[in-house]
């Protein structure tokens, strides 16, 4: 079966960095546009960025633009997310995604077909 295991998530301190891993099994990898979302307490499930299949294209959230960099490695079936200078209002719980749908930058949970379990990231002020 499909399985997304997040890692890296952690404690940090504003104006720090995390790099967070997304390790993918059971799916045809490089066929999948891979996601990553957030989600705070008391909050919906927000999107932060997505890959295309090739690497090429990528989709950001204005929220993280020019601090969060996407990049995925189809030899590894693995998917990175690189935080710079987090903030505060980062804090939340990040998910690994995929979707082996048509991809044009949707950003709702909905068009991502599988999920990870999830890694927490606290950033404290």
């Known amino acids: 079966q499909v399985q997304l295991v997040e890692s890296g998530g952690g404690l940090v301190q504003a104006g720090g960095s995390l790099r967070l891993s997304c390790a993918a099994s059971?799916?045809?990898?490089?066929?999948?546009?891979m996601g990553w979302f957030r989600q705070a307490p008391g909050k919906e499930r927000e999107f932060v960025l997505a890959?295309?299949?090739?690497?090429?294209?990528?989709y950001y959230a204005d929220s993280v633009k020019g601090r969060f960099t996407i990049s995925r490695d189809n030899a590894k079936n693995t998917v990175y997310l690189q935080m710079n200078n987090l903030r505060p209002e980062d804090t939340a719980v990040y998910y690994c995604?995929?979707?082996?749908?048509?991809?044009?930058?949707?950003?709702?949970?909905?068009?991502?077909?599988?999920w990870g379990r999830g890694t927490q990231v606290t950033v404290s002020s």
């Open positions: 890959i295309s299949r090739n690497g090429i294209n990528t």
């Open positions: 995604s995929a979707t082996s749908r048509y991809y044009v930058g949707s950003r709702y949970p909905k068009d991502f077909d599988y």
């Open positions: 059971g799916l045809s990898f490089s066929s999948y546009t």
